[in-house]
């Protein structure tokens, strides 16, 4: 027998492990702590600048990239004992990097850091610096551009076409037990104050169940003719943390919010291949090009809210559905599956988005434990069980609702905890009793082959099945709760004429 030995020299293994570093991405894409992420394309390249001081004491860490993956540490906003004057020197917040553009050209004017530090005072403030490159060196303005009596954080920046600035930023209210408002003031051209006689304008505040006492991290984009206002809910230091996102036909407002967050990750178990991530939040959404779009963001290992190795960021596609609303990562949860690189094929990017139902499709919901038993239309589960279209959740925003393919205008929904099939009465509450956050099933189970659903104005509450009736249960990290509130979708056919009986 004759036996050949092939010796890999070290570089050409270097270069195959690059060859498929290239072609795909694992999240997250910056492993340590780097909280807080505010992502731009600027002078040619993707700037990251986040959260803290960096091992030299310098004030929000600057890294570069040039697709969206690799980053390099490149410096800090304030170097090692250059803060801004007017702060304590010790906390530093949320920080961001804009161009501002040249009135009347498609030129750049300088590039702002806007920040939040805590005043000597002890109030936390928003602060400007500007600089001639994205990277520095900057200089603050020297004083606070944003300040309220309550404290004013998360400061992002939005240049609208017709050449206003504008400041986006949080009143830190649930600091002293009062509402979170996100407001907007007009800034000068420059960007470094506001504009005399600016009114301030109230975007939205906390007033949905999953947002508990904050929204925060406002970020706006403008995605054809709607302004997309993307925030952050619930406290950072939680798996409950979670993206959510409202728009409107005008930048001042009124701004309508999805029903449910469009990136959350609240069951968590760190042994579940579907849940690497906890507690994701705080993004920036940026443009790749034509429609695709990702969104870089922070969040913790799964079993490690608080510890090391900290908030880590992860990058995942946002795609907008027929509904108008956006999708994003895998099944509106953090991907952590092989991806495309983002900017070297943003529509094979974009196409790893996916969804854990398909709208329009019928489906027979079978049990994780039986294959023959389903949900059947009076809420009970026995039997061959009955199909159901998967439709545009009902409350609007990335939701799913599951209309009775036997009986037309017939949707499930919770009532006194219980499922059961009622006529859409065009309620705002049989809109929200009857939607349903789909999500890749909870303590794992294999990757989108089992799923469940949380209530859209319950969302701390799970779909499950128990002694034969499909019900409304808080999460409980249980084996037997996994099993109960995990289901089977077996897809029956497109929704092609099913007739109402």
């Known amino acids: 027998m004759n036996v050949c030995f092939v010796l890999l020299l070290p570089s050409l293994v270097s270069a195959h492990l690059t060859g498929l570093r290239n072609q795909s991405f694992e999240n997250p894409v910056v492993p340590v702590d780097a909280p807080d ?35 390099k540490i490149t410096g800090a906003i304030f170097p090692t004992g250059k803060y801004p004057k007017w702060s304590n020197g010790i906390d530093f917040w949320a920080p961001e990097i804009h161009a501002i553009p040249t009135l009347g050209s498609d030129g750049v004017l300088q590039y702002n850091a806007y920040f939040t530090a805590r005043t000597k005072a002890g109030v936390m403030a928003i602060g400007v610096a500007s600089a001639p490159m994205p990277t520095g060196p900057f200089q603050d303005s020297g004083s606070p551009l ?20 504008f400041v986006i930023w ?34 939205i505040t906390n007033d949905r169940a999953w947002e508990g006492p904050i929204v925060e991290a406002p970020w706006i984009i403008k995605v054809n003719s709607t302004y997309f206002l993307f925030y952050s809910g619930r406290g950072y230091a939680s798996s409950n943390y979670a993206v959510g996102v409202a728009k409107s036909q005008s930048i ?14 609240y069951a968590t178990d760190p042994s579940s291949e579907t849940r690497s991530f906890a507690g994701p939040g705080h993004c920036s959404v940026v443009s790749l090009g034509g429609s695709s779009y990702a969104m870089v963001y922070h969040a913790w290992r799964t079993g490690h809210i608080t510890k090391a190795p900290g908030r880590n960021v992860l990058v995942d596609p946002v795609v907008f559905g027929s509904d108008g609303w956006p999708r994003v990562g895998t099944c509106n949860t953090p991907s952590n599956r092989a991806q495309p690189i983002p900017t070297t094929n943003p529509t094979a990017f974009s196409g790893a988005s996916s969804a854990c139902l398909q709208v329009g499709s019928a489906y027979r919901m079978e049990t994780s434990q039986w294959e023959n038993h389903a949900w059947n239309n009076d809420g009970t589960i026995n039997g061959d069980g009955d199909h159901f279209v998967v439709r545009e959740g009902n409350c609007g925003g990335g939701a799913v ?21 009622d006529v859409d009465n065009s309620s705002a509450l049989f809109a929200y009793d009857s ?35 499909l019900q409304l249960s808080a ?26 009986e």
């Open 37 to 71: 992420p505010g992502v731009q394309f600027l002078n040619g390249t993707w700037v990251m600048v986040t959260t803290g001081k960096d091992s030299l004491g310098g004030a929000y860490t600057i890294r570069t990239s040039s697709d969206l993956v690799d980053w």
């Open 146 to 165: 944003i300040e309220d009596p309550v404290g004013a954080i998360d400061a992002t920046f939005f240049a609208h076409e017709n050449g206003q600035l």
């Open 170 to 203: 949080k009143t830190d209210g649930n600091s002293q037990g009062k509402t979170c408002v996100i407001r907007m003031q007009e800034l000068t051209a420059n960007g470094l104050a506001v504009k005399t006689g600016a009114n301030v304008t109230d975007l």
């Open 252 to 265: 001042y407002g009124p701004y309508v919010k999805a029903c449910a967050p469009v990136m959350s990750q």
């Open 401 to 421: 609702s599951f209309e009775s393919a036997s009986f037309r205008g017939y949707f499930l929904r919770h009532k006194n905890g219980f499922l059961e099939l």
């Open 435 to 469: 939607s349903f956050m789909a999500r890749p099933g909870v303590l794992g189970g294999e990757k989108q082959a089992l799923v469940s659903f949380r209530s859209t104005n319950y969302p701390q509450n799970y779909l499950r099945h128990e002694n034969g009736r």
């Open 475 to 500: 999460f409980q990290n249980t084996l037997q709760f996994a099993q109960d509130a995990r289901f089977r979708p077996r897809l029956h056919s497109q929704d092609s004429g099913f007739t109402q």
